[in-house]
Each structure stands twice: as structure tokens, then as C-alpha cells.
């Protein structure tokens, strides 16, 4: 399994909303356009796929960071976190 953090910024609405969905079936959102994933390798490949589709390269732009379990686990958020609890953030 892989920790992924996904961010995206879409210029067009429709895209925006596709580009939405696929990051909602992939992972849990964190922010408004910001998912955190946790992905087996197979997965990984089929999520850039989808995603390279529902794009505009030359105006749209999603990025992909993997996270390994050491900086996954220095993570730090601040906030109020209490929608996603599970995730264990490290608030200061």
C-alpha cells in the first residue's frame, strides 16, 4: 500500500466535477481540493490514468506526492480536524 497525497487545480467546471469524483473514489478529501489516498500499486496506475483523461494538460493541473510511513507520520495539521478523526493528524 501506498500513502499518496493528491492535489488539483481545474480551470472548467465539468472537468472540475469529473476530476472530483475520481479523487472521492480514490481517497478521503482533506480540503477542498486535496485527498489523501491509500492505494495499492495497481491502483496508483489506474487513478493517474482516470485522471489523465478528465483533464486539459495545458490548463488543468493535478499532483500526485507519495508519502512515506516515516513522513506520513510527521504530518502535522491545525485546525478543526473533527470530520476525519480517523486520520489521525497531528494537530499544533
Known amino acids: 500500500m501506498q500513502f499518496l497525497l493528491?492535489?488539483?487545480?481545474?480551470?472548467?467546471?465539468?472537468?472540475l466535477r469529473r476530476v472530483m469524483?475520481?479523487?472521492?473514489r480514490y481517497g478521503?478529501?482533506?480540503q477542498?481540493?486535496?485527498?489523501?489516498?491509500?492505494?495499492r500499486d495497481e491502483q496508483?496506475?489506474?487513478?493517474?490514468?482516470?485522471?489523465?483523461r478528465a483533464i486539459h494538460r495545458r490548463v488543468d493541473a493535478v499532483r500526485?506526492?507519495?508519502l512515506c510511513a516515516a513522513c506520513r507520520a510527521?504530518?502535522?495539521?491545525?485546525?478543526?480536524?473533527?470530520w476525519r478523526e480517523d486520520l489521525d493528524p497531528i494537530l499544533w
Open 32 to 39: 477542498k481540493s486535496v485527498f489523501e489516498c491509500w492505494l
Open 6 to 15: 493528491l492535489t488539483y487545480d481545474i480551470r472548467d467546471p465539468r472537468r
Open 64 to 66: 500526485l506526492y507519495r
Open 28 to 30: 478521503h478529501r482533506v
Open 21 to 24: 469524483d475520481i479523487a472521492e
Open 44 to 52: 496508483v496506475g489506474e487513478l493517474i490514468e482516470e485522471l489523465r
Open 74 to 82: 510527521r504530518r502535522c495539521a491545525c485546525g478543526d480536524m473533527r
